[in-house]
């Protein structure tokens, strides 16, 4: 099975006023959806999993929650190949922003980047994806999350950019040491 990466919007583990789940609960729902593995990455409601049909195991994880919690909002679920390589093309230089998650059947005409004003400053949107957006902001207090809601008119789940490259390299972590795994217990050994 392939690993799996589920993004809870508006989760903060052990935080009662967004009805988030303890870690316990939320790594509990996931073995009772039917994953394999799942361990929770920082207590952003970030979670690496292993299971089939990632995406309604991920809803089933919801559901579970909503149950115990109250908590009922968005996940998005995306592989962990699909993670390295997009965000291993994010401009070195974007050393702060945000990585926004989203699925839109569509997209509106925008010139790239796209600079949404805002009180404080400005929201830059250097990528745009019917699946992801690459933000900035100049200014303080400006988050990706209401703007890109707004632009694209589908509920979004925003992690920070510095977040989503120590997820990759643990990622990256994860699938050497199942590659060296494989290869010493006689199993075949996935090429390089």
Partial sequence: MDIQVAFFRNMNLGQARSRSPRSAELLDAFT?????????????GTVIFTGDDPATLAESVVTRLTAVTGYADLVVVRSAA??????????????AGEFVLFDAPSLPDLVLPHVEPAATGELVVHALTRDHAVTSATGAGISAGPVLTR????PVTCRGIPTMRRLVARLTTIAELQRTTQGSAGGPERPR
Avoid: K, R, S
């Fill in 151 to 154: 632009l694209i008119d589908v």
């Fill in 82 to 95: 699909w993670l390295v390589d997009t965000v291993g093309h994010i401009d070195p230089g974007l050393t």
């Fill in 32 to 44: 009772a959806a039917g994953a394999t593995t799942a361990v929770n990455f920082q207590t952003n």
